[in-house]
């Protein structure tokens, strides 16, 4: 499993970002794929999630209630890409942002190995 995370970066309260994890080495279409962000001296957090073609419900999203609303998590399964598109960003929304293989919920989270190397999001004036 490989996934890179990019788009991550330093905005304002009230801004926007758009992140892009890129998978390979794996049958990225069929699986569900979650985003997680850890704040700094906070544990992992789960923020949303997306299924994959092997579910009934495939391209189903799921959000944490802190974000709904506010971001939206989609997929290219022609480019092998997951993204989060993120709006109205928070200085609470700071954090490193992870995307993963599997499906994610308020609780559980992925296998640690199956999340990529992360990509750090400021909100800040």
């Known amino acids: 499993v490989q996934l890179v995370e990019s788009g991550g970066g330093s905005v304002q309260p009230g801004g926007s970002l758009t992140l892009s994890c890129a998978a390979s080495?794996?049958?990225?279409?069929?699986?569900?794929m979650t985003w997680v962000r850890q704040a700094p001296g906070k544990g992992p957090e789960w923020v949303a999630s997306?299924?994959?073609?092997?579910?009934?419900?495939?391209?189903?999203?799921s959000y944490a209630d802190s974000v709904k609303g506010r971001f939206t998590i989609y997929r290219d399964n022609s480019k092998n890409v997951l993204y989060l598109q993120m709006a109205s960003l928070k200085p609470d929304d700071t954090a490193v942002y992870y995307c993963?293989?599997?499906?994610?919920?308020?609780?559980?989270?992925?296998?640690?190995?199956?999340w990529g190397q992360g990509t750090q999001v400021t909100v800040s004036s």
């Open positions: 993963a293989r599997g499906r994610g919920s308020l609780t559980g989270l992925p296998s640690r190995g199956d």
């Open positions: 997306i299924t994959g073609l092997v579910d009934a419900d495939s391209n189903a999203p």
């Open positions: 080495r794996f049958a990225f279409r069929f699986y569900d």
